[in-house]
């Protein structure tokens, strides 16, 4: 026979257990009454709300609650007194120091030995990261919707621009073939960094490694994190120089060699300007004059395309020792923001 005593103890340990779980737990348990009034408090629930069990114990749950959402309680507690629970259903809650948390909540009645209801237990989980994760998917997703419409607008210009220039159906091919995958490279640094930007050193390396002899390729500049409209049209023009220079220009011919150079300078009124320049000196004046003599949609980029888009001015000079371009923007449309001040004073070069 199991004596008064062994069932208290019984009872006394299975309380025991239970107190240490709830206080264990990594989700808020927050116990209540009917009226609101809050009666047990773990650890967890402590860790995100910021009161501590004496300070939250004996206040009304309301204290948690931003004032407009305070018909939201009255609903739960309607419905704990009905002997009806509140499945898992996401909120907003208010923390000690004021500021909100998204949180997922069940409530579930209390009932006293003879089934009274007596009050409520209410589980609260942080869902602030999940919650953070969506805002960026969705970010990301009217960020690619944006980006996709306007690759088409750019893949649609160069066809038109191509096609008015070209008279052979293969090379109209090659040239458009060419001038998508330029896009595409662009696109892919711009996905491996979920549209926060790309640097301006791989931005380079990238369009112009199809080409080969990087040992006559010199970079040199601080280093800049570009933004998404930045990496898109510069790196069409550093597919445009390669290509020129690929067939007419410095990598066509022994001995010839491209330095790209840039830097940040402070203009009138205090403002901050990016300066590109590409250099190029090549082989013979014949090879230079076959370049200046096709003037098709890379000369286009270079000179409208490209600075249009960054706000900013370019020149393009054709002569018997080489090619150069220069690019003029604002430094705000060429960098990430919050990036580039602490960037632009760190060079490199290779």
């Given at each position: 026979?199991?004596?008064?005593?062994?069932?208290?103890?019984?009872?006394?340990?299975?309380?025991?257990?239970?107190?240490?779980?709830?206080?264990?737990?990594?989700?808020?348990?927050i116990?209540?009454?009917?009226?609101?009034?809050?009666?047990?408090?773990?650890?967890?629930?402590?860790?995100?709300?910021?009161?501590?069990?004496?300070?939250?114990?004996?206040?009304?749950?309301?204290?948690?609650?931003?004032?407009?959402?305070?018909?939201?309680?009255?609903?739960?507690?309607?419905?704990?007194?009905?002997?009806?629970?509140?499945?898992?259903?996401?909120?907003?809650?208010?923390?000690?120091?004021?500021?909100?948390?998204?949180?997922?909540?069940?409530?579930?009645?209390?009932?006293n030995?003879t089934?009274?209801?007596?009050?409520?237990?209410q589980?609260?989980?942080?869902?602030?990261?999940?919650?953070?994760?969506?805002?960026?998917?969705?970010?990301?997703?009217?960020?690619?919707?944006?980006?996709?419409?306007?690759?088409?607008?750019?893949?649609?210009?160069?066809?038109?621009?191509?096609?008015?220039?070209?008279?052979?159906?293969?090379e109209?091919?090659?040239?458009?073939?060419?001038?998508?995958?330029?896009?595409?490279?662009?696109?892919?640094?711009?996905v491996?960094?979920?549209?926060?930007?790309?640097?301006l050193?791989?931005?380079?390396?990238?369009?112009?490694?199809?080409?080969?002899?990087?040992?006559?390729?010199?970079l040199?500049?601080?280093?800049?994190?570009?933004?998404?409209?930045?990496?898109?049209?510069?790196?069409?023009?550093?597919?445009?120089?390669?290509?020129?220079?690929?067939?007419?220009?410095?990598?066509?011919?022994?001995?010839?060699?491209?330095e790209?150079?840039?830097?940040?300078?402070?203009?009138?009124?205090?403002?901050?300007?990016?300066?590109?320049?590409?250099?190029?000196?090549?082989?013979?004046?014949?090879?230079?004059?076959?370049?200046s003599?096709?003037?098709?949609?890379?000369?286009?980029?270079?000179?409208?395309?490209?600075?249009?888009?960054?706000?900013?001015?370019?020149?393009?000079?054709?002569?018997?020792?080489?090619?150069?371009?220069?690019?003029?923007?604002?430094?705000?449309?060429i960098?990430?923001?919050?990036?580039?001040?602490?960037?632009?004073?760190?060079?490199?070069?290779?």
């Open positions: 026979m199991t004596s008064y005593g062994g069932i208290f103890r019984q009872n006394a340990n299975a309380d025991a257990r239970l107190a240490a779980i709830v206080d264990s737990s990594y989700d808020a348990i116990g209540k009454n009917l009226n609101s009034i809050i009666t047990d408090w773990n650890q967890a629930a402590e860790r995100m709300f910021g009161y501590s069990a004496e300070e939250a114990v004996g206040q009304s749950i309301l204290m948690l609650l931003p004032e407009h959402m305070h018909n939201e309680e009255a609903e739960i507690i309607g419905r704990i007194r009905r002997g009806e629970g509140v499945g898992s259903h996401e909120t907003t809650r208010k923390r000690k120091d004021g500021s909100l948390i998204a949180v997922s909540i069940t409530v579930s009645p209390i009932r030995n089934g009274e209801i007596i009050g409520a237990s589980i609260a989980r942080d869902i602030s990261a999940a919650k953070e994760s969506e805002r960026r998917i969705r970010l990301l997703m009217r960020e690619v919707n944006h980006r996709v419409k306007n690759q088409f607008a750019v893949i649609l210009s160069m066809v038109r621009e191509t096609s008015k220039r070209s008279t052979d159906p293969r109209f091919e090659e040239m458009i073939r060419a001038r998508i995958m330029a896009l595409s490279r662009s696109h892919d640094l711009l491996t960094s979920e549209w926060a930007g790309a640097s050193f791989d931005l380079v390396q990238e369009h112009l490694k199809p080409f080969g002899h990087e040992d006559r390729i010199s040199s500049g601080p280093l800049l994190t570009l933004q998404s409209n930045a990496v898109q049209n510069l790196g069409m023009a550093f597919h445009e120089l390669g290509t020129n220079s690929s067939k007419y220009g410095a990598l066509a011919s022994e001995g010839g060699h491209i790209i150079t840039w830097k940040v300078e402070t203009g009138p009124e205090a403002q901050r300007r990016f300066h590109l320049l590409w250099h190029e000196t090549s082989g013979t004046a014949a090879t230079v004059q076959k370049a003599e096709r003037k098709g949609f890379g000369t286009v980029v270079l000179q409208r395309v490209a600075p249009q888009s960054l706000r900013g001015s370019s020149s393009l000079e054709r002569s018997p020792t080489g090619v150069k371009w220069t690019l003029d923007a604002p430094l705000e449309a960098v990430v923001p919050q990036l580039g001040a602490d960037t632009a004073d760190s060079d490199f070069s290779v």
